[in-house]
């Protein structure tokens, strides 16, 4: 292995078994997720907005509030979002247990990495019926 190699694996290890940088990550992920939704509603609002289209007719009733579902970013805003979740949950399981982060378990998280629920479980975080739900739909 080359010493460059060695020690760009050396920073990851340190990073990934620092908990605080799950976090930071769980933050900026869930940041971006906001701005996608925030980004999406206004383009819904304004259609045509993006991409360079053009909208030739336009009308709503002046009294209509449309319903902020994230618009056309909605799908990509989950799935960051679900990342945001995972990097929370995987913060959480490194500070109780910094032994899991080793040279062997870099390339990929023992189990399931992404599934939330099972993250959530062994991250002993309690979650409601609905919560479980909402984290399985984030999942599939």
């Known amino acids: 292995m080359t010493n460059k190699h060695e020690h760009w694996l050396q920073r990851v290890r340190y990073t990934a078994a620092e908990p605080t940088s799950w976090l930071s990550h769980a933050r900026t992920l869930r940041q971006a997720a906001e701005d996608l939704w925030l980004s999406g509603n206004a383009h819904s609002r304004n259609p045509g907005s993006e991409l360079g289209a053009t909208v030739l007719a336009n009308w709503t009733s002046p009294d209509f509030v449309p319903t902020e579902t994230g618009g056309s970013t909605c799908d990509v805003c989950f799935m960051v979002f679900g990342f945001a979740l995972e990097n929370l949950a995987k913060g959480i399981i490194v500070c109780r247990d ?43």
């Open 98 to 140: 910094p032994s899991l982060v080793s040279r062997a378990r870099l390339k990929s998280w023992h189990g399931s990495g992404h599934d939330l629920v099972a993250l959530f479980s062994r991250a002993a975080i309690v979650i409601s019926t609905e919560e479980h739900q909402t984290l399985d739909a984030l999942h599939a």
